[in-house]
Nanobody, 122 residues
């Protein structure tokens, strides 16, 4: 079992930065692939980024590439999402997920956090 708790969301202005954190319980955190997904009102859940235990990563839409960075600290059982130059269209609930399979598909993840709201004003 893995429990995930996100933090770091909030209300910011366009162009600002935020760093989301996802703290995981469990001794086997380092063996899990971790992902960040987001969901805006009325929209489908969207893949943002994923990272393997080794640190290699994949990013979702072109809109986040170059602005968002996913990282993990296995010693702290934590995965991060650094978000720079935020835009109003980044507004969504951001959730982290853990899974034994590295994937961009949210259905492949086994454990989810409760989500954290990110709101970017123009």
């Amino acid at each position: 079992q893995v429990q995930l708790v996100e933090s770091g969301g909030g209300l910011v202005q366009a162009g600002d930065s935020l760093r989301l954190s996802c703290a995981a319980s469990g001794r086997t955190f380092s063996s899990y692939a971790m992902g960040w997904f987001r969901q805006a009102p009325g929209k489908e859940r969207e893949f943002v980024a994923a990272i393997r235990w080794s640190g290699s990563s994949t990013y979702g839409t072109d809109s986040v590439k170059g602005r968002f960075t996913i990282s993990r600290d296995n010693a702290k059982n934590t995965v991060y999402l650094q978000m720079n130059r935020l835009k109003p269209e980044d507004t969504a609930v951001y959730s982290c997920a853990a899974g034994t399979t590295y994937s961009t598909n949210y259905r492949r993840y086994d454990y989810w956090g409760q989500g954290t709201q990110v709101t970017v004003s123009s």
